[in-house]
T-cell receptor, first 112, second 114 residues
């Protein structure tokens, strides 16, 4: 079973910041938070991941709470092409590539 | 730099047949994982190959088997196809040796079983 809880769906206006929450209250100390997104019928696209500190890359920012029990993915200026299902996943990252356990994700719709 | 590639893109089979799907990992990667995604669901882990051996396996029957070749490419084989095997099959590659083992996905193979 997935170890994360996400809202089923969210809407955001084009040009605004999209903030996607994720609850992972049972996360272990050696587990990272990963975010992927999947545009209809395509393979999941890696977005970002983090352990404790906030992270930023060209696609998004990841804010992890101090107790690590929840996180927020931020798309700073959402465009119509950001409409997708977003998956928050926790997994260990040691002793090789651990499997990804996907939940239902959040269906984000960007509205013009 | 080529990403993960999969072939074929689409495939139609009938019940009872066998199918082979192929995956070429991202350049420099040494590990391949396979996932099955039924319509409306998140991807489900099938198994993972590293150094030509199956390292991890999800809750899938023995009808699902795989192979990894010396060039790190991989095949997924499914025998005795059932209607319920209709799904998008995803391959993801990663690099264990380097410590940065983020998995990158290919575009998938859409399998339809009639």
């Amino acid at each position: 079973d997935a170890k994360t809880t996400q809202p089923t769906s969210m809407d955001c206006a084009e040009g605004r910041a999209a903030n996607l929450p994720c609850n992972h209250s049972t996360i272990s100390g050696n587990e990272y938070v990963y975010w992927y997104r999947q545009i209809h019928s395509q393979g999941p696209q890696y977005i970002i991941h983090g352990l404790k500190n906030n992270e930023t890359n060209e696609m998004a920012s990841l804010i992890i709470t101090e107790d690590r029990k929840s996180s927020t993915l931020i798309l700073p200026h959402a465009t119509l092409r950001d409409t997708a299902v977003y998956y928050c996943i926790v997994r260990a990252s040691f002793q090789g590539a651990q499997k990804l356990v996907f939940g239902q994700g959040t269906r984000l719709t960007i509205n013009p | 730099d080529a990403g993960v590639t999969q072939s074929p893109t689409h495939l139609i089979k009938t019940r009872g047949q066998q199918v082979t799907l192929r995956c070429s990992p991202k350049s420099g990667h040494d590990t391949v994982s396979w996932y099955q995604q039924a319509l409306g669901q998140g991807p489900q882990f099938i198994f993972q190959y590293y150094e030509e051996e199956e390292r991890q396996r999800g809750n899938f029957p023995d009808r699902f088997s795989g192979h990894q070749f010396p060039n790190y490419s991989s095949e997924l084989n499914v025998n005795a196809l059932l209607l319920g095997d209709s799904a998008l099959y995803l391959c993801a590659s990663s690099l264990i040796a380097g410590g940065e083992d983020t998995q990158y996905f290919g575009p998938g193979t859409r399998l339809t079983v009639l």
